[in-house]
Each structure stands twice: as structure tokens, then as C-alpha cells.
T-cell receptor, first 117, second 113 residues
């Protein structure tokens, strides 16, 4: 079974600086998808970024980028120019195949990110 | 554009009472639908998913059940709630392919006393 591990329960960063959140996963599949979701105090899960395993190029969305190391099964999230609104729980997730095109998201335990003004 | 709704937002129920949480999606047809639960301070756990009307798959044996009576409606139910059913319940939808991203609703906070 696939597993996802986030080894940093909490992180903090000064506003405008850069922070990297770590994630490792375990799978025997060669083709899969990885995600970072953000959960602010409202608790709604918001997609931050997505990576296809067959793509060597790291995904980027504005100030958010990933460092995807397939051989090492590592998928870290870098947030540049941190803003107060980035404060949230961040979850790494692996998409496992289930039946008929559906997918099962396997989540890590999350990293709570605090932004210091 | 697509929108996903969940209600109620908050619910406090006594042990042994029934439960019905509803999720509806607008702006799409034949979506895949998912129910997740998040215990306090934990990540999300997939409970049920559905690829079509009346088609329900369960991931974890438990006190809950799910139904999909209409294409864009997904219901989570229980006949008798347990204390361990407390948590934050999130509904999600995606297009009908494995490659597609899941989008989440606002969630329901359930407290069983």
C-alpha cells in the first residue's frame, strides 16, 4: 500500500522569506500523481500544486514550486516570498488508482506553517 | 464553473442518533464523488467513493454508509452514531479519469456527544 510521510509537524518562516516543506512517499507504481493541498483555518482543502510522475520538469504555480525527485520518492514544496495568507496546514498527497478511473488520495499527516510578520 | 456544496456546516448529535450529510456538485455531469474524514490533528482518510449513480465503494469498514441517489448528489449516513464518528467530513469531486484533480467542498464539522 502507498504511504505518504511529512516529517515536519510544524514550520515557521519570516514574512517575505522562503520555506521548504518536505514529503516522502512509498509506491511500486511508475506512473502516478502527487499533490500539495493547503488547509487554512476555514478547513477547506485548497489545491496548491500538482505533479505528474512522468514529467521530469518540476511543477510551478506563481510563488509555489516543487522539487520532485522520483528515484528518491521525494516531493518537497517551496514557498517563495512568504505572505501572511500562506499560513495554514499543508498536506502532501499521492493519488492511487482504484476502480473505473477513480482515484484514492493518500495524505500525509500535514505540516503547520506559521508566517511571522 | 463547478461548485461543490456541503451541509450542514456544523452538527452536534447525541450518541445513537442517525446522521445524514449531503454533498452536491454544480456545473458538471457524471463526476466521481468522494467522502473523506479528518480526525483532529490528522490527515484525511478516504471513506467512500462513487463513479456513478448507485455505485458506491467503501474503503474502510465502519459505522457509516453512503448513497448516490442522483448524478451530482452524494449522501453520508449512519443509523446510530458513535463517539468515534466525530470529525471533519469533506466531500470532493473529480472528472471521470484517474488523471484528474480532486476538488473539495467546505466540509462539515460533526461532534458526537
Amino acid at each position: 500500500a502507498q504511504t505518504v510521510t511529512q516529517s515536519q509537524p510544524e514550520m515557521s518562516v519570516q514574512e517575505a522569506e522562503t520555506v521548504t516543506l518536505s514529503c516522502t512517499y512509498d509506491t511500486s507504481e511508475s506512473d502516478y500523481y502527487l499533490f500539495w493541498y493547503k488547509q487554512p483555518p476555514s478547513r477547506q482543502m485548497i489545491l496548491v500544486i500538482r505533479q505528474e510522475a512522468y514529467k521530469q520538469q518540476n511543477a510551478t504555480e506563481n510563488r509555489f514550486s516543487v522539487n520532485f525527485q522520483k528515484a528518491a520518492k521525494s516531493f518537497s514544496l517551496k514557498i517563495s516570498d512568504s505572505q501572511l495568507g500562506d499560513a495554514a496546514m499543508y498536506f502532501c498527497a499521492y493519488a492511487a488508482r482504484v476502480i473505473q478511473g477513480a482515484q484514492k488520495l493518500v495524505f500525509g499527516q500535514g505540516t503547520r506553517l506559521t508566517i511571522n510578520p | 464553473s463547478q461548485t461543490i456544496h456541503q451541509w450542514p456546516a456544523t452538527l452536534v448529535q447525541p450518541v445513537g442518533s442517525p446522521l445524514s450529510l449531503e454533498c452536491t456538485v454544480e456545473g458538471t455531469s457524471n463526476p466521481n464523488l468522494y467522502w473523506y474524514r479528518q480526525a483532529a490533528g490528522r490527515g484525511l482518510q478516504l471513506l467512500f467513493y462513487s463513479v456513478g449513480i448507485g455505485q458506491i465503494s467503501s474503503e474502510v469498514p465502519q459505522n457509516l454508509s453512503a448513497s448516490r441517489p442522483q448524478d451530482r448528489q452524494f449522501i453520508l449516513s449512519s443509523k446510530k452514531l458513535l463517539l468515534s464518528d466525530s470529525g471533519f467530513y469533506l466531500c470532493a469531486w473529480s472528472w471521470g479519469r484517474y488523471t484528474d484533480t480532486q476538488y473539495f467542498g467546505p466540509g462539515t464539522r460533526l461532534t458526537v456527544l
